[in-house]
């Protein structure tokens, strides 16, 4: 039995596989998914990015926007600001990753100690815990 994480934060890709594709995520991503006693951030960057791919047209359906709301209230996930700490630290990060995002969802992740739930190697080079 894997011991999950008590508190981790998700990727983008992460919450669309989990809400619209869950047989995409990894049997460790979906194992701290399922577990209760995990908490699980969702960050606000997380919203904004959804925002933006629904309205580029690049992410259907739009109801994944409308669906966090019932997301959060049927799962542990929590949400997480962005304070200025974690805007300052992404904003100084290494350009190993170019999007945006997800240079913020890292700093988030090393400003608070915590493992992100990503498929993205990319985001290694930063030396945050992921877990996959």
Known sequence: MVDHAKEV???T?????WMVD???LSKEAAAILADTGSRILVSAVVAWELAIKINA???QPS????????AFAKQTF???PISLEH???AGLLPLHHRDPFDRLLVSQALVLGIPIVSADRTLDAY???RIW
Do not use: F, M
């Not at 890709?13 to 596989?17: G, N, V």
């Not at 109801?63 to 019932?70: E, H, N, P, V």
């Open 78 to 80: 929590a949400e997480l």
């Open 13 to 17: 890709h992460t919450l669309i596989w």
């Open 63 to 70: 109801s994944l926007l409308l669906g966090l709301d019932g």
């Open 127 to 129: 030396g945050v815990r």
């Open 22 to 24: 869950p047989a995409r």
């Open 87 to 89: 805007a300052v630290k």
């Open 57 to 59: 047209g690049k992410i």
């Open 9 to 11: 934060l998700l990727d």
